[in-house]
């Protein structure tokens, strides 16, 4: 039986890698690398270094893919990102069968973890015939971003909130919390906000030597996070951002 191995690799830093995603990735007999194109370069190019560092079985092979570019124009949002699904994992499948005959173990580096705004376990649901899931959970972005900030997350006794750019956008401040985690902004969901005794601490690149870190007032902040964003953006061709929101107590 085929058993597909989704390995938490943590936000760009290889030292995040755990002991166990160390052994999974030695485990398998076929490692997958996606290619998102030349903007996202570095994605791929972590995730060879990782394997360099870190294979030491000599018959594990790797084998790159490049992934299907979602329909941005697609008025429906959830029709389009399951029919982008869908066609990720169509091509998950080819690159399986052109490389393993239904049996072996095939593994898949991902971003952060698996199972926080990542829909890798939802699209190996959809690979026919079905193979064993099994899971190395990783380091998120919000573990990261808490880090470098020396920031602890919930205030005593409250919660907190992880939501993405689109939902801030349309919904504005969540009710019944005063820490927001926002993810998946594509642009700057922030901006929408009023900013009064509002605190951001962001972070760009989080674990990586292009790491941007920048923390204080919304206020104060907003249009220096606009600027440097955007400039990051042009420079990468990408950019991988996230954020906490805290209000004044």
Same mark, same amino acid.
């Given at each position: ?7 938490g ?6 030292g ?5 995603a160390?052994?999974?990735? +030695? ?23 990782? &394997?360099?560092d870190?294979?030491? +079985? ?6 790159? %893919? ?12 959830r ?12 091509? #998950?499948r ?19 973890d ?6 890798s ?6 690979l ?17 971003? &808490?880090a ?5 997350? +919930?205030?005593?006794?409250?919660? %907190? ?27 700057t969901? %922030?901006q ?6 509002l ?11 292009d790491?941007?870190l ?10 220096? $996070? ?9 420079r990468?061709? #990408?950019?991988?951002?996230?954020? $906490? ?5």
């Open positions: 039986m085929l058993t597909l191995s989704l390995i690799i943590g936000c760009g830093d290889p995040q890698l755990t002991r166990a160390v052994e999974a990735i +030695n485990a398998a007999d076929l490692v997958l690398i996606p290619r998102k194109g030349t903007a996202k370069s570095d994605l791929a190019d972590l995730r060879r270094t990782i &394997c360099a870190v294979l030491t +079985n000599q018959t594990t092979r790797i084998v790159e %893919f490049d992934l299907p570019v979602r329909d941005a124009e697609e008025a429906d949002y029709k389009g990102v399951d029919d982008w699904h869908d066609a990720i994992a169509a091509t #998950w080819q690159a399986i069968a052109d490389h393993r005959d239904g049996e072996g173990k095939v593994a898949l580096l991902i971003w952060g698996p199972s926080l705004y990542d829909s376990l939802r699209i190996a649901r959809r026919d015939p079905l193979p064993k899931i099994e899971v190395v959970p990783g380091i998120t972005s919000i573990q990261a971003l &808490c470098v900030h020396a920031l602890p997350l +919930n205030d005593i006794g409250e919660p %907190f909130l992880v939501t993405t750019g689109r939902r801030l956008r349309e919904g504005g401040w969540p009710a019944g919390v005063d820490t927001v985690v926002v993810m998946l902004d594509g642009g969901a %922030f929408s906000l009023d900013p009064a005794g605190y951001i601490y962001w972070g760009a690149y989080l674990g990586m030597p790491q941007i920048m923390s204080g007032a919304l206020a104060e902040l907003c249009p220096r $996070i606009v600027a440097v964003r955007q400039q990051a953006r042009e990468h061709g #990408w950019i991988m951002d996230s954020y $906490i929101l805290k209000r004044a107590r």
